[in-house]
């Protein structure tokens, strides 16, 4: 048996994984459930009631309700377990992560000239937005139908046949060891002759987060009226690694194509919000998210693709092994419009009910180098995606000095019609806080669960595979209060 090793730059392969596309638009666009205890415990309904880090995100006016400068702190642990199913098998697979949840400080200032305006207010810190780290395993027959081949097979298109299999490259070995062949009738169009049964496998595991950091002014007119402002700095860092593989069948023993990417990015927005208290038991908000502008994410791409005991002539193990390197874009994501609402109940609790809606299809990429203009990328987020309504309930119950909180949310399908998926997210919540005079003490539980559909690679006759995703959260607030009662 022969090894080769071969060192090639492939372009047509290289767009499983390289390209920027919808999904990534998607993916950096939405914002999750995270955050101090209190706010996750509420599944993030605090848009009105205010006077939680974590809600300045969602509502920059909840800062004018503070009345005390105070220090959070949240560390999290998050547990996702993937149910996936294809072609009648199930598998299964999970993984853990740490994170930050929150670190952030409020100053609140007394205002001593006499005016109806109480205090006005500063914060900074950082909230996280989402979570990225999942694994999940995805295996079962082909069932006789398709093959990695399938996509290979159209990347030779347009070259004859009269000109391959003399060389090196990716596509002289596989028509050299007859796993395509030409399309009866043409000398340039190519087909897989495979149509045995393989087992097809396939492990993604992908890592990071995303998250904002806060610079935040609000004001306080008279206890009726509170403002805000916030100028936020997203921050994500999101990395997968997809290791496929199939075989073995008549032309070779394995198959296993490794495909590794990495995305940083560093954007900005502004966010302005109002909260007016009519009565003494009652809350109004809205807020105004501006679009983000992540002006230049950068990509690292890594792939290789090996064949062991390929058949021919002799029998080889090839391993393509290349870098594609780096690229930049830009990204734009939607606007975000909120309206929140909260009834208070003296001392002994409040509701607090927050609507978002989101409209998907308006993110945008761009080339940052201004040599690609990414039209079908664009095209293909205004018709996969859509507007998004997200409803978010939260309640607490105090009995001094324990508050006791349970929450839900649900955000509708992003998916158009014509993808005919379900990304609609369910999240549930529970927590619990104990709090003195100058220090307080928050835990939550946070159960969400999302669906996902995919295929392994773009070629005819592949199905689909389903996934389930289920995300624990267990999250630890600990929190001071400083100044005068």
Not at 184 to 201: A, C, F, I, R, W
Not at 355 to 370: H, Q
């Amino acid at each position: 048996m022969k090894k080769v090793f071969l060192s090639i730059a492939l372009a047509a392969i290289a767009m499983v994984g390289m390209a920027q596309n919808e999904r990534d638009a998607y993916r950096y666009a939405q914002d999750e459930l995270y955050g101090t205890a209190r706010f996750t415990a509420l599944s993030g309904s605090l848009g009105a009631f205010g006077a939680d880090f974590s809600a300045l995100s969602v509502n920059p006016a909840t800062i004018g309700i503070y009345k005390r400068t105070e220090i959070t702190f949240t560390p999290t642990l998050g547990f996702t377990k993937a149910e996936s199913k294809y072609n009648q098998e199930t598998s299964y697979a999970d993984k853990y992560a740490f994170t930050l949840g929150n670190m952030g400080l409020v100053g609140a200032f007394n205002v001593t000239n006499g005016t109806k305006w109480k205090m006005w207010q500063l914060s900074f810190g950082y909230n996280q937005l989402a979570n990225y780290n999942t694994r999940s395993l995805v295996k079962g027959s082909n069932e006789g139908k398709t093959s990695f081949i399938d996509f290979l097979a159209p990347q030779l298109n347009g070259t004859d046949y009269t000109n391959l299999g003399f060389g090196t490259s990716l596509g002289d070995i596989i028509y050299y060891h007859w796993l395509v062949d030409t399309i009866p009738g043409t000398t340039d169009q190519y087909e897989s002759v495979n149509m045995d049964e393989l087992n097809q496998k396939q492990m993604q595991t992908s890592k990071g987060s995303k998250g904002e950091y806060v610079f935040s002014g609000g004001a306080n007119y008279d206890d009726k009226l509170f403002l805000g402002v916030m100028i936020g700095v997203p921050h994500f860092n999101y990395s997968r690694t997809r290791i496929y593989s199939e075989g073995p069948n008549a032309n070779y023993d394995s198959l296993i194509f490794n495909d590794y990417f990495r995305d940083r990015g560093t954007g900005i927005n502004l966010k302005l919000g109002l909260i007016y208290q009519p009565t003494s038991f009652m809350r109004i908000g809205a807020a105004f998210h501006t679009p983000t502008l992540y002006s230049k994410v950068k990509s690292t791409y890594e792939q290789t693709l090996q064949m062991d005991n390929v058949e021919g002539v002799d029998t080889f193990d090839y391993l393509f092994d290349y870098s594609v390197g780096t690229y930049n874009y830009r990204l734009i994501t939607p606007y975000k419009l909120t309206a929140n609402v909260a009834f208070m109940f003296l001392q002994y609790g409040f509701i607090n009910v927050d609507y978002e809606m989101v409209n998907y299809s308006t993110a945008r990429l761009d080339s940052y180098d201004d040599d690609y203009e990414f039209e079908v990328e664009n095209n293909n987020i205004k018709e996969y995606y859509k507007t998004t309504h997200t409803i978010k309930a939260g309640l607490e119950f105090v009995i001094n000095p324990i508050a006791l909180r349970l929450g839900y949310s649900y955000m509708t399908n992003p998916y158009a019609d014509a993808v005919g998926k379900n990304g609609a997210r369910h999240n549930i919540s529970a927590g619990i806080g104990f709090k003195t005079k100058c220090f307080f003490m928050d835990f939550a539980y946070a159960y969400r669960i999302y669906k996902d559909e995919d295929i392994f690679y773009n070629a005819p006759q592949v199905n689909s595979y389903q996934q389930n995703f289920r995300n624990q959260s267990f999250v630890l607030t600990l929190g001071w209060k400083l100044g005068a009662l």
